[in-house]
């Protein structure tokens, strides 16, 4: 069957309408159909109606790196259906590997940013930094920056022109550069902006919400604030950090910091051993920026107790804290904690290496 002419018989919109509502596993499958299927499936309006269609469904992305710098691999399941169960097992799809990056990757809007990949098997070639796909395993790679002593960058996305860019933050002697690549068709350039004055020394953890990069900075002499970075305007704003938590976190469309606490015979302490049995989840919630304006949660153990060495990972859409217990667990094991309902629910993830 000739696949060309099959699709030149479909309505388009027809055609997209149907792949929205398979699972990302099969989209990705399909893509190596046709250049034709692959152009039609990356397009912007089927990528928005895949997520509208599959927001009904929540899956949650495993991005997993192998021991000692190795490769990535990336795996996707469902979400558990009975948040009241204490204790579920859910089947993990395996979707694609990437190749091993030395850097902490970034991620927004469904495509993640490797800062430095080694592409070619010639060891002898640098690496170069990458946008991928994890669902279907495409990925481009982008110019490179030429590196200036302390380099670190995040990946932004802007909902309202549907553009990704990427921020790439040198720190110098005496200063704080800037440089921004905008991911668009044709050559693409890095280009220098002068918006921001303040000489800071970023962390490596950022997150993208609802057109907004956060990440948290250390200002020359003064203590760690969080830094917010207007991906549209390309505009810095700075927010006093309220915790000493560096866990940033998407909270229902608010930037959300996550502390876990711990106790001891010795008292309070912030960090995870396992001879700490008791603690507490504590949440700071930004709720106006513009106001600086912060609103403190705190969660004390739940019935079944968090009980495990636990650190925070992430946060599903509907609200739920994700927690990890080992990394080499099998099956892999995470749990998910509800603030609103103070439930803690252990997730067995099978099939995830």
């Known amino acids: ?25 099969s989209v990705g499958r399909s893509c190596c159909v046709s250049k034709q299927w ?13 997520l ?8 949650l992305l495993f991005a ?23 204790s579920t097992v859910v089947a993990a799809d395996f979707h694609t590997k990437f190749p091993r990056s030395q850097s902490n990757c970034s991620y927004a809007s ?56 990427v921020l790439l933050i040198n720190t110098l002697v005496n200063e704080t550069v800037h440089h921004i690549l905008t991911l668009e068709a044709g050559i693409m350039r890095w280009r220098k902006i002068q918006y ?17 990069l956060y990440y948290v900075a250390n200002p020359t002499g003064e203590k760690s604030v969080i830094v917010c970075f207007d991906v549209r305007s390309e505009k810095f704003k700075f927010i006093d950090k309220k915790c000493n938590s560096y866990e940033l976190t998407n909270y229902k469309g608010k930037l959300c910091v996550i502390s876990l606490k711990y106790e001891n015979d010795k008292g309070w302490h912030s960090g995870w051993r396992s001879e700490w049995e008791t603690r507490d989840l504590r949440m700071w919630i930004l709720e106006d920026a513009e106001k600086q304006e912060w609103s403190q949660h705190v969660y004390p153990s739940p019935e079944n107790g968090y009980g495990k060495r636990l650190s925070v990972v992430g ?39």
């Open 38 to 50: 692959a152009s039609f499936l990356g397009r912007q309006d089927f990528i928005e109606l895949f």
């Open 64 to 86: 997993l790196q192998q021991k000692n710098g190795g490769e990535w691999l990336f795996y996707s399941s469902p979400h558990p259906q009975n948040p009241y169960e204490k």
């Open 196 to 212: 921001c004055s303040v000489t800071y020394k970023p962390f490596r953890k950022g997150i993208c919400i609802n057109g907004v």
């Open 110 to 165: 469904g495509l993640f940013y490797f800062p430095d990949v080694r592409i070619s098997k010639n060891k002898s070639e640098d690496p170069v930094p990458v946008i991928c796909n994890p669902i279907t395993g495409q990925y481009a790679v982008l110019p490179k920056m030429r590196k200036e002593r302390e380099q670190i960058s995040f990946l932004g996305f802007d909902p309202i022109d549907k553009q990704f860019k």
């Open 1 to 25: 069957m000739n696949r060309e002419k099959t699709l030149d018989s479909i309505p388009i919109d027809l055609f997209l309408d149907i792949f929205s509502r398979l699972p990302a596993k």
């Open 315 to 353: 946060m599903t859409t509907t609200g739920e804290i994700v927690l990890l217990e080992n990394l080499s667990s099998k099956p892999y094991k995470v749990f998910y904690f509800s603030p609103e309902k103070n439930t803690l629910q252990c997730v067995n993830f099978q099939y995830v290496g």
């Open 52 to 59: 509208t269609r599959s927001s009904t469904s929540p899956r």
